[in-house]
Every structure is written in structure tokens, then in C-alpha cells.
């Protein structure tokens, strides 16, 4: 079992930035498919942004082209989700999650596809 452990949540104010950082059990990012995910109170967990093996591909949702990048630092087994631009919209609990699958752009999106996940850090987007 993939163990993951996200950090680097807070408070921001809107158009600020945040980045984030998920540790995973060493080696997993060789051979995982790794996401980012969020979830707000009342809405279902949704898709922001997704990357494979070593970086090699990423995904992002609509919300996030263009404002968030994930990337990985396979030295240090993390995957970072630099997240710019923020707006309230934005505030929620944050997860990343793992699985290893045949082609990671196959529903990256999707929670259901992921049978590992960190415990959430929440971000907080003040207007």
C-alpha cells in the first residue's frame, strides 16, 4: 500500500498562491499514476490535476489550465501542486492520490480509479 502525505495548505487571499506538497512511499512515482484532487463542502471530489510516472505526461482540469502546475522531484518521492491565481472558488480539502495503472490519462479525473490517498490539507481562498 502507496502511503501519502500531503502538505502546504493554508489561508490565502484571492489571486494569491500556495504550493503543495505530497510525500509518497519511495519508488512510487517510478511506477505510479499520481493526481490531485479536491473536495468542498457538499460537492464531490473532483479532479484538478494529474501526472504520470516520472512527469513524463500531465492532466489538468478546465479550473486548473493555465493557473496550477504539478510536477514531480522523484529525489525527494514528492509531487507538487503549485497552485496560482486562487480564487475563492479554489477553497476546499485538497488530496493526492495514487494508483498504478496502465495509461494514466485513462480517467485521471476520476476518484475511483485511485486505491491510494494522502488525509487532505485544506485551502482557504479569501475574496
Known amino acids: 500500500q502507496v502511503q501519502l502525505a500531503e502538505s502546504g495548505g493554508g489561508s490565502v487571499q484571492a489571486a494569491g498562491s500556495l504550493r503543495m506538497s505530497c510525500v509518497a512511499s519511495e519508488g512510487t512515482f517510478s511506477r505510479n499514476c499520481m493526481a490531485w484532487f479536491r473536495q468542498a463542502p457538499g460537492k464531490e471530489r473532483e479532479g484538478v490535476a494529474g501526472?504520470?510516472?516520472?512527469?513524463?505526461?500531465?492532466y489538468y482540469s478546465e479550473s486548473a489550465k493555465g493557473r496550477f502546475t504539478v510536477s514531480p522531484d522523484n529525489a525527494k518521492n514528492t509531487v507538487y501542486l503549485q497552485m496560482n491565481g486562487l480564487r475563492p472558488e479554489d477553497s476546499a480539502m485538497y488530496y493526492c492520490?495514487?494508483?498504478?495503472?496502465?495509461?494514466?490519462?485513462?480517467?485521471?479525473?476520476?476518484?475511483?480509479?485511485?486505491?491510494?490517498w494522502g488525509q487532505g490539507t485544506q485551502v482557504t481562498v479569501s475574496s
Open positions: 492520490a495514487s494508483a498504478r495503472k496502465s495509461k494514466c490519462s485513462y480517467r485521471w479525473e476520476s476518484p475511483d480509479t485511485y486505491n491510494s
Open positions: 501526472i504520470s510516472p516520472s512527469g513524463y505526461y500531465t
